[in-house]
């Protein structure tokens, strides 16, 4: 069992960080005991509290951050660190209650180098932040996730978050160069200078995805580029999703290098295409765009346009396409987004071209097979590609949740764990860019077979007391 | 958004509570990096009381009060959710209920007797009259008479005679800002009856405070309707038209590298400030100017906004010295400003910070 605060502890947190930076204020541990997540918003929203952390510290460097684990082993507490809090899977909660390390005071840029284009900062940084500053430079780190104005640079690595352009620039791991670590017994590391080479293992990749349960990730280098001298954007409506996938199969295996390709499914085309940007149509709504230099870019889209053409797609122009980039975030901003009463999860996946399709229509007819007489809808788009295969970005949505919080929360539980079992049952992963945290913990075993006690041994290395943000990722504190 | 469609603060808080979409806008949340200190919690806060998770408590309150009232989320949301509104309608509700902090019971003593929350002088009411009246208010009277006398002097070099008005009176901005709704609409009533005695068909504003205020605040928080036919202008553009004309010029001289610090309220205003920046590189050169990293849409107030400086002091004084140490990080040996709240708050902190500060009116007049 992890040990509760004392008198002790507290002093000890603060004489590492100052008592200005340590906090058990009530207003505090509120707003640290939820996160994006659903669960502990309806809770909230239900009038109940989730689990709130014991104590809340700020650190200001990576000495400190250390020194503040060490304290959580010395004294059995859990440690969660936290950066912007907008993570969906409830990987920030505090289920075990422990010491809270808010990242965002390690929020220095500490070189931007216009040379190698590459930029070094304390992981703590705003993301909407650290953009501005590359734009001020005419630079921009490729990464731009619906969260970049909230979410932190350690934020974007720790859950292997991907962005609306990462089908040309990759997911922010792919753009990482080195990253400076803080292991679940204190010790500091920094993985090599660069990314690619043959000096033995890539042990970098292994705090990609760890989301805090392997130590903290406290600063890292990212590669950037130059902002484009164009960007194109087109709108096309396929007459199905079938159509779209092949589209954009051909877009990736041709590597005509498209900066996004995004297709709603119909029952999402007339949702959120109509509720956002104002267009009422039928079929399947896809957006693709390419940038960079505008003759290249420009030859790219009349390639594109050749291939959906042979596909017999419907040519919307140029207009739709750059209204859905210009407003391809207000789909996260009240009242757009989703709200209580309702239910929802982003139950979203991955997976070759060959399964792709399959997959979707599985989910579509487990969800609304399973649900649909409980008034449970199912919508996805597809949006983060690659040359083997793509995302699938599906959500279930149930307008009126049951009010009783415990009934509300096992119909969720049921239809996630509906939606997770389709998705490794059709050769999907349990998620593709939105991280495990609590949310999809208990499928982990599961979706690693045998390969799982490998996982559980490279934890007890990392985090040998397994103090380290418990609960997430399907590491749970072993019985002593 | 239109009128009719406006969120209630109910429905704003409601929505906000669980929206990150800001953060990175927000100042207080940049310079305290608390989670807590962020519009989302600041709605989440409210929202709680209003459900009962949390009650107003002399810790809560204090946080409720921590928001700058600077409008930078509202500027940075793309569905325009009025949440410095609702924050405000919070600590009107806190006010009303009498369980606000104690230092706001103060402002509202001093802001009912004396019309500011600096000095225990009243208003001075001239008794003048002019076509064109220059709002020199509280803060241009107690903390910048030296910019008010320079852009007077400027404005006549321009050929245009102006009547100081409000001298030393609150445009109620503060009152408003804090949850002294009564107050603020007093203050802005008295405002409002010395603009329809002076005669003014214009109103010359220093800072985007001021115009905010006169613009927004008055209409829509308070309710009260500013006078028809009365024009409101910064004395800025004024004088960039005058420039234009040929009617006024300044001697240009290398005083060194400088930047400009967009005034608190600007970015909410939705102009850009152009007009500062082009008298400026004309008194002291273009190649000189330097932009900050907070600038425009984005700039960040000095810390004399919401009344932070009262009921925060320690927040005020990190913004400030943020302001310092951005203009330092852009290179600038002197940064310049043109608002007298603003002016005089970052004087106070610019010995720790190192970059001596002025007042745009001051610096230019010198350079007739």
Redesign the interface.
């Not at chain 1, 204020?25 to 505090?28: F, L």
């Given at each position: 069992m992890f040990k509760p605060l004392t008198e002790d502890v507290r002093r000890s947190l603060e004489a590492i960080v100052g008592s200005d930076h340590v906090s058990t204020?009530?207003?505090?541990l509120?707003?640290?005991s939820?996160d994006?997540y659903w669960m502990p918003?309806m809770w909230?929203d239900r009038?109940r509290?989730t689990p709130p952390p014991d104590v809340i510290v700020?650190p200001g460097s990576t000495e400190e951050v250390a020194a503040i684990i060490r304290i959580g082993n010395e004294h059995q507490m859990p440690v969660i660190p936290?950066g912007?809090?907008?993570g969906t899977q409830g990987g920030a909660l505090p289920i075990h209650g422990g010491i809270m390390v808010?990242m965002?005071?390690m929020?220095r840029i500490l070189e931007i180098n216009d040379r190698s284009f590459t930029v070094r900062a304390q992981a703590?940084v705003?993301?909407?932040?650290l953009e501005?500053?590359l734009n001020?430079r005419g630079l921009t780190l490729p990464h731009y996730p619906a969260?970049?104005?909230?979410a932190t640079l350690g934020g974007y690595l720790a859950p292997r978050g991907s962005g609306t352009i990462s089908t040309k620039y990759g997911k922010a791991e792919d753009l990482v160069m080195n990253m400076e670590v803080v292991l679940g017994d204190g010790t500091i590391i920094r993985t090599p200078e660069v990314p690619h080479h043959a000096s033995g293992p890539d042990f970098m990749r292994l705090f990609l995805g760890s989301e805090g349960t392997f130590g903290i990730i406290t600063e890292a280098t990212m590669q950037i580029t130059r902002l484009p001298e164009v960007r194109l954007f087109r709108a096309l409506l396929f007459k199905d999703v079938a159509t779209g996938i092949e589209m954009g199969r051909r877009l990736m295996t041709d590597r005509l290098e498209p900066l996004v390709i995004r297709m709603y499914d119909a029952p999402s085309t007339k949702l959120l295409v109509k509720r956002v940007l104002g267009y009422e149509l039928d079929g399947a709504y896809m957006i693709i765009g390419f940038d960079g230099f505008a003759d290249i870019a420009a030859l790219q889209e009349q390639r594109a346009m050749r291939i959906a053409e042979e596909l017999g797609a419907q040519d919307l122009g140029r207009e739709p396409g750059e209204k859905w980039w210009e407003?391809r975030?207000?789909f996260?901003?009240?009242?757009?987004?989703l709200?209580f009463p309702a239910m929802y999860g982003t139950i979203e996946t991955v997976a070759t071209f060959d399964k792709i399709e399959k997959l979707y229509n599985a989910k579509k007819e487990a969800i609304e097979g399973t649900f649909g007489h409980l008034g449970v809808g199912y919508i996805g788009h597809f949006s983060h590609w690659w040359r083997w295969g793509a995302s699938l970005y599906d959500r279930f949505l149930l307008k009126e949740a049951p009010q009783d919080p415990a009934e509300a929360q096992a119909l969720h539980d049921k239809i996630w764990d509906v939606a997770v079992h389709t998705s490794l049952a059709n050769g999907g992963m349990a998620n593709e860019h939105h991280g495990v945290g609590l949310k999809l913990s208990r499928f982990m075993p599961a979706q690693y077979g045998a390969a799982w006690p490998l996982l559980e041994r490279i934890k007890d290395a990392m985090d040998p007391n397994r103090i380290m943000n418990p609960g997430k990722v399907g590491f749970e504190r072993k019985s002593s | 958004m239109t009128a009719v469609q406006r969120p209630t603060p109910d429905e704003t808080t409601e929505g906000c509570r669980y929206c990150w979409m800001c953060r990175q806008a927000c100042p207080v949340g940049h310079v305290t990096a608390r989670e807590t200190y962020t519009p989302h919690a600041w709605a989440l806060t409210i929202e709680s009381v209003r459900r009962g998770q949390l009650q107003w408590t002399p810790e809560t309150t204090g946080v409720l009060y921590a928001c700058a009232d600077c409008g930078l989320c509202q500027a940075h949301c793309v569905t325009d959710r009025p949440l410095p509104e609702a924050i405000v309608a919070a600590r009107t509700g806190v006010v009303a209920r009498g369980e606000a902090v104690p230092v706001v019971r103060a402002i509202d003593e001093k802001l009912r007797a004396y019309a500011n929350p600096y000095r225990d002088e009243a208003p001075v009411s001239s008794g003048n009259t002019g076509t064109t009246a220059l709002f020199v208010g509280d803060a241009g009277q107690h903390l910048g008479a030296g910019e008010i006398a320079a852009a007077t002097a400027l404005l006549s070099a321009a050929g245009r005679k102006v009547v100081p008005i409000c001298e030393g009176r609150s445009s109620g901005l503060l009152a408003s800002s804090i949850g002294l709704r009564d107050t603020a609409a007093m203050l802005a009533a008295r405002v409002i009856d010395e603009v329809a005695r002076t005669g003014a068909t214009e109103v010359l504003v220093l800072g985007a405070g001021d115009r905010w205020t006169f613009d927004h605040v008055y209409p829509s928080r308070l309710g009260v309707t500013w006078p028809a036919g009365v024009t409101v202008r910064d004395v800025a553009d004024v004088l960039v038209d005058a420039q234009l004309q040929r009617q006024l010029s300044l001697r240009p001289v290398d005083a060194g590298i400088y930047a400009y610090v967009d005034p608190c309220h600007a970015a909410r205003t939705g102009r850009s400030r152009p007009a500062p920046r082009t008298l400026l590189r004309a008194a002291f050169g273009g190649p000189q100017a330097r932009e900050l990293f907070w600038r425009e849409h984005r700039g960040h107030p000095c810390g004399s906004v919401g009344g932070l400086q009262f009921t925060h002091p320690e927040i005020a004084s990190r913004l400030s010295d943020a302001r310092l140490a951005d203009g330092k990080a852009a290179g600038a040996t002197w940064l310049v400003t043109d608002d007298p709240a603003c002016l005089h708050h970052l004087r106070g902190r610019s010995t720790e910070g190192g970059v001596p500060v002025r007042g745009l009116y001051e610096a230019l007049a010198e350079r007739l």
């Open positions: 204020r009530d207003t505090d509120l707003t640290y939820v994006a918003q909230l009038g509290r700020h936290w912007g809090g907008s808010d965002k005071r929020n703590g705003n993301g909407g932040q501005w500053a001020d969260s970049a104005n909230c407003k975030y207000d996260y901003y009240p009242p757009h987004s709200k | -």
